[in-house]
Each structure stands twice: as C-alpha cells, then as structure tokens.
C-alpha cells in the first residue's frame, strides 16, 4: 500500500508547484472542468450552442461598428473570419483570465471546508475555455477552408503545428494574471470591480478589431501597444491562420517570457495566499 | 517503525489572529490599520487601561500543541467555544497553515467539517457523489467502485439521478456524509457533522466510524459538544482550553474536566459571583441570597445510593417570606440532567441570617459524578414561581458503585439513563 506523508510547516511560502500532488487530484480537475462545464448551460435553451452564438454575435457586432461604420480595414482578410479569428482568440485569453480572478472568492466555502491542491481550480477553468476554443475553432477552421478554396486567404499551413503552443502560452499567462488578481481580491475586493474594465481596455489595447498594420510606424500609440504581451501572440495567430499579420519573433519571445514570470509570482502568491486566505476571508 | 503506529504527530503548534478586522477588504482600508497600528505603538503608555485589545494586537488560537495521535486511534476534542478545536481540524486538514510549529501527517486525511461539502444544487445526486467524492481525494476508479456502497448507505435510493436541489435537507446531509464514510482515508477529521440527521441515522454514522476505526485500524478526530457521542466514539480524549491543550487521556476524565465536575472533595461552598453566572437574567431584585453550604456528614463527598447528606445552608434575606421552595437540580457528570428534586413545605424565611438544614435524599442516583444546582424560589398556589437565588452548582458529589443485591451490575449511563427506578418483583406464576 501506498503511504501518504504530509508534513505541514508554519513557514514554507515561497515557491511550491506541486505538480505531484495535481497529478494525484487529476480526477478532480477533470470532474471541476465537466461541472462548470455542464453548469454554465443547465437551463438555457440553446444549451452549448451559445458557444458559438457568441463570439458570431460579438463578431457580428464587430463588423457593422469598426467594419462599416468605422471603415476599419482587416487587412484584404475577409470581414467575417477576421473578426471570428480574432475574437476566439482574445476570448481565449480574456476568459482565461476573468475566469480566474475570483477563485479564491468564489470558492471561498469549499476551501474553507477541506483540503486539496488549490490549484485545481484554476487549471480546470483553463481546460474549459480551451474546450469551448476547440469548439469554437471548428466553425473558423470551416470557415478559413472556404475562403482559401475561394483563394481570399492563404494561410502558412507548415506553422499549424505551432499553434498548441501559442495556445497554451495565452492561456497560461491569462491564468497567471487571473490567479494573481484573484490572490489580491482576497485582501482588495476593489480590484474585482476594477478586473471587467481592465479587460476592456486591454482588448482595445490589442490588435483584435483592427490589424497592427493599421498603425503608424513610429507613432507613440504603435509603440504602447507593441508592449501589450498580447500583441505579438496575437499577430502571429492571425498570421498563421490567414497568412497576413506582422511576425515579430522579439515580441513573441517577450511575451514568452513575461508569461514565465507572471507564472512563477502567480504560483507565489497563491501558495502564500492558499495556506491563510481562510483567515482573511 | 515509528511511522506504521504513528498518525500524527504536532510538534509546538500555534495559531496566531489579529484582533479586529484582519485585512479591512480594501486597499484605504489597509493604509488606515497601519496607519492606527503605528499610533498604538506609539501611544502604548496612554491606552486606555480598560481597552482589553488594540486593533492589530495577536492573539494564540491554539498555543503551543503537542500531540502525538496512534493509528486507529479514535481521538475526541473537547473545550468550550472559542478553545480552539475547529482551528486544531482547520490546521490538520490544511485548510489553515499554522503561524509556528510543524505537523507531521502519516496517511491521507479526509476531513468532513461539513458534508456534501461542493455539492451543486444543479447536479444530479450521482454525479454529485463524484464530485464531492473527488474534492475529498478519490479518484474516479475508486468512487465508481464504491458508488452502489454509497447509494445504499445514504438511503436516498431512487433520487439518486435527481438533481440534489430537490433533496429535503435530510437526503442531503445523508449522501453528502454517505460519500463521507467511504473514503480510504487513514484518517478521517470530523467537526460533529453528525449533530445533523436523525437520530437512526446518527447512530449508524457513529457505528460506521467506529467500525472504521476498530475494524480498518483508521484514524478518527471527533469534534463534539455532545458528551454522549465522544464516550460512544472514542477511545481518547483531549481537551482544549483558550487555545491550550488541559487534558489528554482518559474519556470519562476528560469529560468530567470539561464539564467542570473534576475533583469532588469540595465540602464547603462560599456562593460568590463565581456560582451566578445567569444573575442577570434570572436574580432581578437581590432580596435573598444564599451564602455558604456546609457538608456536615463527611469529609469527601461520596456517597452510595439511598443515603442522605446532611447539609447546613445560610442564607441572608432582606425582608420576610412565608412560602419560599427549595430545589436541587441534578446534572450528570457528561452534561446530562437527571432530574429535579423539590423541598417538601414551604420554608418560612425571616428577614436577616436563616440557617437551614438541608436532607436531600439521594434514592434512585446511580454511581457517578453529580452536580446539583440549588434554586431558592417564592410560589403561591397558582403554580407561579419567582426565583430568589440560584447557584450553579450548588452542591456536587459522586455516588459510589457499590456491588451488593442491590447493585448487582456495572451501571451502563449511556443506554439506561442515570435513574434507577424502584426495583419490581418477579414472582414465579404459582
């Protein structure tokens, strides 16, 4: 028989990623995921299939305001998959994110009750947005085959294998952010006021309703949003699928990078904040 | 070796709070306790004396806790509210970390602080089981292997694909503490999540815990107020007291010392404030008070059943009453009142000092530890009282187990009461 040894001590913050233990609770993370999943359309009438009326009604409105209103070009992309592309791919992030940042808060009852690796939590909240993406994908992916059949679009298909790891990239550094917000929500409750207004700015801070193209070189506003982590990923996303979009292999190796250092103060954090938030909350 | 035997074992274990709000929720909030804790420290010569705490002051929840658990031991925490133990199960099922010492755990621990805790209301009573089954530490494989067990036990039956939101509270409780009970766990915490459910069904979950232990040599914690289920439970008891461990061992000692009655030798009681902790409730208008109790009949307050101490009460009374009641409310030494027993007469009571002889007869108490409160009362003949004075306790004494034609057998408390009825007579049919 397998003997469990746990040693609890009164001062071992600092880093601690328990992949083990995770490991151990895989079953959990599985069932979480299938839970939020089943739950966020108990009682619809439509059911799952709001994962793809959304971003088509997001994209949809993207297109009468920034497309024919604001005559915002995409690029010679066609309107519809520009803007489909794009918001999947944000929604990725954004959900990644705000699904995150109220963790601690959410679920404040069940941690307060019984033990198991916090971060569970977290990375079923991941698991679920990538599922919804994967859905998601099959209506872009349909899309991005007519349009080349048409020969409106050319995407680099010897670069699709990279797209797991831009995938996992944003979603990690969406979690990051989220699990660090989440972390200070337990002692500032204001910065879960401040999270949905954050995310707005951030979207218009990133190329999704327009191409970086669009941008003046040199301009100031080009600069700024050159340091948005989530610009390159963006870019290189709607390059490989489309076949235009700037590659900037700097930036993306920035944004990289940044993703590894928000990972590691995320995980510091909530170990310091997992082992007494019971006490704060 | 050390660790097959060994559960747990704390070493020098504190928990540290702060007074007042801890962390005010918002970043001004944070700004303005520093802010005031600076100020203290400052001032700390011109606090008020009667402050008892200044905002960010500590205090020990638990100090310095050193406890060694046995595996397959069934361990009972005892203390009044505000001892400590839900922090103790807080800190062993690592929902808290502890601010000095360190626990050492042998086993995985499945800790029920609450039952069907992560239930979903949306969610069917199966896939429930799963879910909370998985939040305590199963995984798929061993909960589809027990799920059948878990149904049965929870008695919920046919509902079982129902979405628990339609469950009555009881079915609830039942599956969440069904998924609960089958855990492997080698050690299994529990904070009286069995106060709730019917009384059958209470019974079953404390045989199904102590046949964990006896049986599959696990583990068990057992938080309770309730004396009865801890002496049916365990085998070991602690008891906590402002945060310090009092006592450890022996359960009948154990709930003798929480409960106050520890030690009877006492056979002189000068009633002070000490023995009215409800004076402001019940006491209204301070016209009589009683002031010492004298044991004159023994040296040690242990008697066998059927005898008749013979006790000397001085009271002080500030104006005459013509019926004025005595009573002596029992209470066994687990907390469990026996019954009560009224002065015959009335007494008269005069005003100034009146030295009473009290003769209370102790017939039908079986062998324990007793505590009585005396309550001195005014009544007329509708039935109204008026309470004068009352001690808490009054009087306490343990009766003997005393083995003669009247007392053939060791008296079991916790399946035939603490009273023991006039005897009847068996006669052959002739």
């Not at chain 1, 040894?5 to 151990?24: A, D, H, M, Q, V």
Request: proline share 3%.
């Amino acid at each position: 028989m397998k003997t469990y040894y746990t040693n609890i001590e009164s001062n071992n913050r600092g880093f601690r990623l328990n992949l083990k233990e995770l490991w151990e609770y895989r079953d959990l993370v599985l069932l979480l995921t299938n839970k939020t999943f089943t739950l966020s359309y108990k009682q619809t009438v439509l059911g799952p299939a709001w994962i793809i009326i959304s971003p088509m009604l997001s994209s949809l409105m993207y297109i009468v305001i920034f497309g024919i209103i604001a005559g915002i070009s995409t690029n010679g992309i066609p309107q519809v998959l520009f803007y489909l592309c794009s918001t999947t791919f944000w929604t990725l992030f954004a959900a990644s994110l705000t699904s995150n940042a109220y963790t601690f808060l959410n679920n404040a009852h069940i941690f307060g009750k019984v033990y198991f690796p916090r971060i569970a939590v977290p990375v079923s909240n991941v698991l679920v947005n990538l599922i919804k993406f994967a859905i998601q994908m099959i209506i872009v992916v349909g899309l991005i085959i007519y349009y080349t059949c048409k020969g409106e679009v050319d995407p680099v298909w010897y670069l699709w294998p990279l797209l797991p790891f831009i995938l996992i990239h944003i979603s990690v550094m969406g979690m990051s952010f989220g699990v660090i917000v989440s972390s200070l929500t337990t002692k500032y409750r204001d910065l879960s006021i401040l999270v949905s207004f954050i995310m707005q700015l951030w979207m218009y801070g990133t190329p999704v309703v327009y191409p970086l193209s669009q941008l003046a070189d040199g301009s100031l506003i080009k600069k700024i949003i050159m340091y948005n982590p989530m610009t390159a990923p963006m870019e290189l996303f709607r390059y490989i699928m489309t076949g235009k979009g700037d590659v900037m292999p700097g930036y993306c190796a920035a944004s990289v990078a940044l993703t590894f250092v928000c990972t590691l103060v995320g995980i510091i954090v909530f170990n310091h904040v997992e082992k007494t938030f019971m006490d704060t909350v | 070796m050390k660790q097959k035997e060994t559960a747990v074992i704390m070493s020098g274990v504190s928990k540290k709070y702060r007074y007042g709000q801890i962390g005010a929720g918002t970043l001004q909030g944070d700004l303005k306790e520093w802010y005031q804790r600076k100020k203290n420290a400052r001032d700390k010569d011109e606090k008020a004396a009667d402050a008892p705490y200044s905002i960010g002051d500590t205090f020990y929840a638990l100090k310095d806790i050193n406890l060694t658990i046995k595996r397959g031991e069934t361990l009972g925490i005892i203390g009044k509210n505000g001892a400590g133990k839900s922090t103790l199960l807080k800190l062993l099922s690592r929902i808290t970390a502890p601010s000095e010492g360190n626990i050492k755990i042998y086993g995985r621990v499945a800790s029920m602080l609450e039952v069907g805790t992560g239930f979903h209301g949306e969610l069917t009573g199966r896939e429930n089981i799963y879910l909370n089954g998985a939040i305590l530490g199963m995984n798929r494989a061993e909960i589809t292997e027990k799920i059948e067990d878990i149904i049965e036990f929870s008695e919920v039956g046919d509902f079982i694909d129902t979405p628990v939101k339609r469950y009555s509270s009881g079915m609830y409780v039942k599956l969440g503490f069904a998924v609960a009970a089958h855990l492997d766990s080698e050690i299994m915490i529990m904070d009286e999540v069995l106060a709730v459910g019917d009384m059958e069904f209470q019974h079953k979950c404390l045989d199904r815990m102590k046949a964990a232990a006896k049986k599959e040599g696990k583990t068990v914690l057992y938080v309770s107020h309730n004396m009865h289920t801890i002496r049916r439970l365990c085998d070991r008891c602690i008891v906590l007291d402002k945060g310090k461990l009092v006592f450890d061992g022996d359960v009948d000692k154990a709930t003798a010392i929480y409960l106050g009655a520890e030690d009877i030798q006492q056979i002189r009681y000068e009633f002070d404030a000490d023995y009215r902790p409800y004076d402001e409730y019940i006491r209204l208008n301070k016209r009589f008070s009683m002031d010492v109790l004298e044991v004159l009949d023994t040296q040690l307050p242990e008697y066998d059943e059927g005898d008749i101490p013979h006790l000397r009460l001085t009271c002080t009374s500030l104006q005459q009453f013509a019926n004025v009641g005595f009573r002596f409310e029992f209470w066994y030494q687990d907390g469990t009142k026996v019954g009560t027993m009224l002065s015959g007469k009335a007494t008269e009571i005069r005003k100034g000092q009146n030295v009473l002889e009290l003769r209370p007869d102790l017939t039908h108490l079986t062998p324990g530890q007793y505590r009585a409160d005396l309550v001195a009362y005014l009544y007329d003949s509708d039935g109204n009282e008026d309470i004068l004075d009352g001690v808490y306790p009054g009087f306490a004494f343990s009766i003997r187990n005393k083995l003669d034609e009247r007392h053939y057998l060791d008296w079991h408390h916790q399946y035939w009461g603490h009273i023991r009825l006039h005897d009847m007579t068996v006669n052959r049919w002739q």
